[in-house]
């Protein structure tokens, strides 16, 4: 059975600088997709960035970059210089199988990124 | 830019109530999903749809819970009767095969209070 882990619960950061949040995940599949999400107080989800297994290059999306470590199945999310819009629930998931297929999806438990002017 | 829309916002509902949340995904999108959030969590599938058919029910609550999707294209999500763990944030995405990372888009939710 495929699963998340985000180990940290809420993280703080500064205004202009970067932050790391960190998703490890579990599965025996061979091809898969990851994603992170972010969720602001608001309540919707929002679609920030995509890694496929066979991927070769990290993904980047603006300020959003996708640290995947294939051996170590990690796949953190990189935040460069963090607004203060930045400021929300960030959620990682995974799909097994590979492209252009929808299959559900799993999430983390999520972290709480605090953004201080 | 198309969004998934979802009614209503919020909802009170006293328990042994019914209550129905309605969702009506990006046009085009064959796949439609009903997640459950409970509050610090991660969201969790309900159902899934891929048009008008059932995909995977597996997590839902077939006792209280029902969800159609007759013309694939909108769908329902009923509870009967309501129970005070039903309290959550209801989300609905859909997705489209056409895109290669098949990332799900995802509607404001309904938050339900169950008291």
């Known amino acids: 059975a495929q699963k998340i882990t985000q180990t940290q619960p809420g993280m703080f950061v500064q205004e202009k600088e970067a932050v790391t949040l960190d998703c490890t995940y579990d599965?025996?599949?061979?091809?898969?997709?990851l994603f992170w999400y972010k969720q602001p107080s608001s309540g919707e989800m929002i679609f920030l960035i995509y890694q496929g297994s066979y991927d070769e290059q990290n993904a980047t999306e603006g300020r959003y970059s996708l640290n995947f470590q294939k051996a170590r199945k990690s796949a953190n999310l990189v935040i460069s210089a963090s607004q203060l819009g930045d400021s929300a629930m960030y959620f990682c998931a995974m799909r097994e199988g590979g492209v252009y297929n929808n299959n559900d999806m799993r999430f983390g438990a999520g972290t709480r990124l605090t953004v201080k002017p | 830019e198309a969004e998934v829309a979802q009614s209503p916002r919020y909802k009170i509902t006293e328990k042994s109530q019914a209550v129905a949340f309605w969702c009506d995904p990006i046009s085009g999108h064959a796949t439609l999903y009903w997640y459950r959030q409970i509050l610090g969590q991660g969201p969790e599938l309900l159902v899934q749809f891929q048009d008008e058919s059932v995909v995977d029910d597996s997590q839902l609550p077939k006792d209280r819970f029902s969800a159609e999707r007759l013309k694939g294209v909108d769908s329902t999500l009923k509870i009967q009767p309501a129970e005070l763990g039903d309290s959550a944030m209801y989300l609905c995405?859909?997705?489209?095969?056409?895109?290669?990372?098949?990332?799900?888009?995802f509607g404001p939710g309904t938050r339900l209070t169950v008291t």
């Open positions: 995405a859909s997705s489209s095969r056409d895109r290669r990372s098949g990332e799900q888009y």
């Open positions: 599965t025996s599949d061979q091809s898969y997709g």
